[in-house]
């Protein structure tokens, strides 16, 4: 039996301001309030992920589950999965967020048979669906696991197997279809198998050719049905296997490229993926920014003194600084969002653990879009950058701009004027500023 209320204890978590001490409180995050052109809600579109917040037991590889979940304390699987959608929609809008993403296999159990899998899904979602309409509440994005059942050990959309193949698209179809059909915004694909453990049994080649084809089949249906949404590949360059193929924003735009899917899917970017793949998230935000290809974001941050995704709630100002700059400048984050891909530690059982790592994950980038909108209104990262290029505006640098120039004439250019000054790169100085920009807030 599913219960009427799951986090008695939490009304709803409001703006109160830096001064209040009061924890479930917003100090930040003031959704209404303005931040330059748009609302902070507008800004930022933040998302709560099912599987963490909802799903997550709190097991690792030493032991077993620990998180204490009302919800859970039911027996049939299907009346289980109706009650962590009560839970997650009474959670989320005593939170106040107005987006939540979802895998389909979060919020439905699989059966036997694909129709049977299909028919839970579909079952659950017509109970997604009557609480949306009820709360307001919407869906950012949906995706399909295709990284848990043991069917897709040596991969889904590049398995060895043939078949594999065909299931992971029935999947995928299935996903995209619910994600419609509840007019989510975005559709990711995380290929969280998509790699290899040893090039000893690996046609690598075979292997991207499949995944191109799939991702074309995916762009070709969404076309079909008319989801109008965001496609969007998530990158990451380890952990499940040794080595993804979605590496990092530069491989995978690559790989998209290549197979001439460069205008069909852009990049949800995560903060702890950056990390492990040896990137700062400015990096990956950045990388994905000039590009035009930066479509959502995974609001998380990893443990530096840890070689795995921790997928912790994002808790470091400069972060979320540094992150909000690339996103102002982008013009926005719209139709993605900021998808807290995060979770409690084990020792954090109790529920109000799950709203205490919200309230400081959105208060963290909150506070980063206030300074970062600072720092574009002083100007001054801008104007240091552009005169420290400014060199390329004048005479002879100009043509290198506009590709007019070639060897012979920059040669000609050098020799004729003496070495050249260097300026400082001030980079303490701007460290400095930038610090002196978050203790203002
Ligand atoms: C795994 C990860 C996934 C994707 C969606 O590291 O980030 O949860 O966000 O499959
Ligand atoms: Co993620």
Redesign the pocket.
Known sequence: MTQDEYFPAVETVSYEGPESDDPLSYAYYDPERRVGEKTMAEHLRFSVAF?HTFVEEGTDPFGAGTMQRPWDDVEDPMERAEARVDAAFEFIEKLGVPYFCF?DRDVAPSGETIAESNANLDRIVDRIEDRMDETGIELLWG?P?LFYEPKYAHGAATSPNADVYAHAAAQTKQALDVTTRLDGENF?I?G?REGYTTLLNTDMDREFENLARFLRMVADYADDIGFDGQLLI?P?PKEPTKHQYDFDAATVLSFLRKYGLEEDFNL?L?GN?ATLAGHTFQHELRYARINDALGSI?ANQGDKLLGW?T?QFPTDTKTTTLAMLEILEAGGIAPGGLNF?AKVRRESFEPVDLFYGHVSGIDTFAKGLLVAQDLRESGVLEEFVESRYSGYEESIHADVAAGQTDLVALAEYAENNGPPELDSGRQERLELILNRHIAKF
């Open positions: 599987w895998h995706t696991q990711v995380w969280g998530e990451k949800n995560e993926h995974d995704d997928d891909d």
